[in-house]
């Protein structure tokens, strides 16, 4: 790889510091998570804001999780999954692509600090599980396809403000084997190789019969597994009402600070008079909550 190129990938990954309170409960996350489920990453990189801006989605990155080593059946996936990762036996793992990284296998951990979401494949066979995991551990090692990327935002431009030569290629035949990938291409292939479907073309023919067609895979961003109707959307808040017997319970606080309002995540005028109203109204429902536990 040239120096110059290096340079523009280490500019694009450098990562902002994580919020103090992340909107997702990792604990919660790490313990339902389950094989095959994906994992969409609102990440902090530059080249994540350049994705969730083209795509306008909050979600800039997708990974799969593989769990852990007892979990891939096939002896042959589970070395390749052991000597990638070079964690130990219990450590949740995923597989995914990295710019400047290529695929690789990392603890799902790496994550603990950011917005995540799971994305379940519904009625996803066990059988076929373990033939998506395979068919992911076997692009470990591939490269990161940076001029997918590009390509994909050139798709997504409008066609006639771009010179021909800038024009998309996504849609020409390569031969020979593809040798690199991006996050969401390498899952989507995953799931096409048992046919299951993200966002299927539906059509009907001149008999009124319903015929889907897969769409090319290239075109896949970590957007369409959250749009799926095909997968299931998880959710583990960091303030989860489960831990209150009401929303209007939440810790909302009575005050204001310059930063909060400034930031507009309250009013600059009334905030507090609204915060106290809300206080108030909620004091009925606290009191009725505590007579409740103690009967």
């Known amino acids: 790889m040239m120096r110059p190129t290096r340079t523009i990938i280490r500019w694009l990954n450098r990562v902002q510091p994580p919020q103090p309170f992340p909107l997702s409960d990792f604990g919660r996350i790490s313990q339902e998570v389950k ?73 799902l951990s790496t994550y603990k600090q950011d917005h995540l979401r799971l994305c379940r494949p519904h009625g996803l066979s066990y059988r076929d599980a373990q033939q998506v995991l395979a068919y992911a551990v076997a692009q470990i090692g591939k490269a990161y396809d940076m001029r997918q990327v590009f390509d994909l935002l050139r798709f997504l431009l409008p066609w006639s403000l771009l010179p021909r030569r800038w024009r998309s290629s996504l849609f020409r035949q390569h031969p020979g084997e593809q040798t690199k990938t991006v996050c969401s291409t390498l899952i989507a292939e995953a799931f096409g190789a048992v046919q299951f479907p993200i966002l299927p073309l539906v059509q009907r023919d001149e008999g009124e019969e319903v015929k889907l067609f897969r769409r090319n895979p290239k075109l896949c961003t970590p957007s369409d597994f959250d ?14 009402f489960s831990t209150h017997t009401s929303y209007r319970l939440l810790p909302w606080s009575t005050t204001a600070p310059e930063m909060v309002v400034a930031e507009g995540y309250l009013p600059s005028g009334g905030a507090n008079a609204d915060a106290k109203e809300a206080s108030s109204a909620a004091q009925p429902l606290e009191a009725t909550a505590r007579s409740e536990r103690l009967v």
Do not use: N
């Open 35 to 107: 094989p095959c489920d994906i994992v969409l990453v609102e990440g902090r990189s530059r080249i994540s804001q350049v994705i969730k801006a083209v795509t306008q989605s909050s979600w800039s990155h997708a990974a799969l999780y593989v769990g852990r080593l007892y979990d891939i059946e096939d002896p042959e996936a589970r070395r390749l999954v052991q000597e990638a990762a070079q964690l130990p036996a219990s450590e949740q793992l995923v597989i995914e692509s990295l710019l400047g990284r290529g695929t690789l296998v990392r603890p």
């Open 227 to 240: 749009y799926s109707p095909y997968f299931q959307i998880i959710k583990y808040p960091f303030m989860d």
